[in-house]
């Protein structure tokens, strides 16, 4: 007797900002092309479809992700950030607004992979996590200083082809300014 064929997708639960959405799926479903194709969350981007851009960059349990190399199904029950979810109403989250303060953007294509990926980088290096420029990496050291060499090595995942590179570093700066001020207060 043969054994019976597996089955090729799954009835999955995302937490998408916030709210609950159930759907089967495909087992080879990205989970880039669930959120734009599935559920109509087209703020992320599809750019290189091989992780290589940052465009499609989410946040999967409060860390960034590339949602285009994530599969759908290993994202069951897993808490997704998406651009969309950021604001609070009307209320841009800081490191939206410092991009439009400071013209993190071109033409937009990358900016909410940016942005998903900005608010990662101020949260890891918050929490001590050094980057590949960070001169002192022992723990009593502490975070370096969130300076620009730190922000473009922290951000290089995520390209940007009219090079507004200038601008978001800034932007991420005012945005981990404006965090460090917030914890002070």
Not at 123 to 148: C, F, M, N, Y
Request: net charge negative.
């Amino acid at each position: 007797m043969a054994p019976a064929p597996s089955s090729t997708s799954s009835d999955i639960t995302l937490h998408i900002n916030g709210e609950k959405h159930s759907l089967p799926v495909d087992h080879r479903t990205t989970l880039l092309d669930a959120l734009r194709e599935r559920l109509d969350l087209t703020g992320t981007k599809k750019g290189c479809d091989q992780g290589q851009c940052g465009a499609c960059t989410v946040l999967l349990d409060g860390r960034r992700a590339v949602s285009c190399l994530q599969l759908a199904v290993a994202a069951d029950g897993r808490e997704i950030t998406t651009v969309e979810g950021l604001a609070d109403g009307e209320r841009l989250h800081p490191v939206q607004q410092a991009f439009l303060d400071l013209d993190g953007y071109q033409c937009g294509y990358c900016t909410p992979g940016q942005i998903c990926s900005a608010i990662a980088v101020i949260e890891e290096h918050a929490a001590g996590w050094p980057s590949a420029v960070t001169g002192d990496i022992r723990p009593e050291a502490g975070p370096p200083p969130l300076s620009a060499e730190e922000i473009r090595e922290r951000m290089s995942g995520n390209l940007c082809r009219c090079g507004a590179y200038v601008s978001i570093v800034q932007a991420v700066a005012q945005a981990a300014e404006a965090k460090t001020g917030e914890a002070a207060a």
